[in-house]
């Protein structure tokens, strides 16, 4: 990428001026508030919000090792997946180039947004196609979506092919790591200085257990985030959810990981002696994907036993697979006694 981010940023979003919040005026966290036209009795929730997130972005700085300029915290990656489109992308006029299959946000936004998104398949081992990606852009083209590990296929993309892809493309690139804390390599959000044309995604969705909160991160250069914060609407994440995520932040997640990882090779493992199971994909992620024959009778004959996977069959490349979620030990073992029942029935065809 040879230009300024900036430049990339639709005309009106560079123009903006944003909503000035009582709270923005005013730095100091002591005094006596007469600003925001609150009700001034104390019940835990009568204050607004800090829109800047000061404190959370510092616990966060810390468990990531990036500085708070670098991070952007909304409500959920949902939210940062719109405020890309939002920024960078003029309806109608602007494209995305999207990896497929993939997580089905970067197209529902982009329908929203009414911006023309071009699907290119993963190759057929479900690696990152570099140079079809590239080959898909016009000078139309923003913003390149990629998630690494991928949903639903599991795997991550090789760090070098990802490097060629910032490298090689003017606009902006967006990578999705909502699974980075299961996979076995690291991320980007350590080379953001090197690719200021980078923006990487993370959630505390997965890993961190908060999905019920809506927590989501986006990290990139200082620029790009201040413009996200200039966009997003400036209560975006609201006190309850604050103070959760601070207290949640505080636990120790390894082990947990390491419990879903060990349960993912037991699944796996499992898995392989199944004769209804034709592939059991690479994993870098809490959750495997499996190919069988026909994905809507093994999906309906989990469901009759109370487990629900996700069926996605009807994905491109992804014909007889479905996605499994790595669960508790006790819902590993309920998942592993039904399959063995629908395998002993499938064998009996
Ligand atoms: C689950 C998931 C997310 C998380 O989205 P949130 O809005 O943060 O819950 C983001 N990207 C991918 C690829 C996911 O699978």
């Not at 890309?84 to 329908?111: H, K, L, Q």
């Amino acid at each position: 990428m040879k230009q300024d981010p900036t430049t990339l940023f639709r005309a009106n979003i560079a123009a903006l001026t944003p909503y000035s919040t009582a709270r923005d005026e005013y730095e100091g966290s002591l005094g006596v508030f007469l600003d925001a036209n609150e009700n001034p009795n104390e019940n835990g929730y009568n204050r607004y919000p800090d829109p800047r997130q000061t404190e959370l972005k510092k616990k966060l700085s810390k468990i990531k090792g990036i500085a708070p300029e670098h991070i952007f915290t909304g409500n959920g990656s949902d939210e940062a997946i719109d405020l890309c489109y939002r920024v960078f992308c003029t309806p109608s006029v602007d494209n995305v180039v999207a990896i497929a299959p993939s997580y089905g946000m970067y197209t529902v936004a982009a329908a929203i947004n009414d911006v023309e998104v071009r699907e290119v398949l993963l190759n057929e081992d479900f690696s990152l196609p570099v140079d079809r990606l590239l080959a898909a852009t016009d000078t139309h083209t923003k913003l390149i979506f990629i998630c690494s590990p991928n949903n639903p296929t599991a795997n991550s993309f090789d760090r070098t092919e990802i490097v060629r892809l910032i490298k090689s493309f003017d606009g902006i690139v967006v990578l999705d790591e909502a699974y980075i804390d299961f996979a076995e390599q690291k991320g980007f959000i350590g080379d953001l200085e090197k690719y200021p044309n980078l923006i990487v995604l993370q959630t505390l969705s997965k890993a961190w257990g908060m999905a019920g909160l809506r927590f989501g991160l986006a990290f990139a250069d200082k620029r790009i985030i201040s413009m996200f914060n200039r966009v997003k609407y400036p209560y975006n994440i609201n006190v309850a959810a604050t103070r959760l995520v601070g207290e949640l932040l505080e636990c120790d997640i390894e082990s947990q990981v390491e419990e879903i990882k060990h349960e993912r090779t037991r699944l796996m493992e499992f898995a392989q002696t199944l004769k209804c199971i034709k592939d059991i994909y690479p994993s870098d992620a809490n959750f495997v994907l499996v190919r069988t024959d026909n994905a809507d009778a093994l999906y309906n004959a989990l469901l009759e036993d109370g487990i629900i996977v996700r069926n996605r069959t009807r994905m491109p490349l992804c014909e007889g697979c479905v996605r499994i979620t790595i669960g508790t030990h006790t819902e590993n073992t309920k998942l592993i006694e039904s399959l063995e029942k629908y395998d002993a029935q499938w064998q009996q065809k």
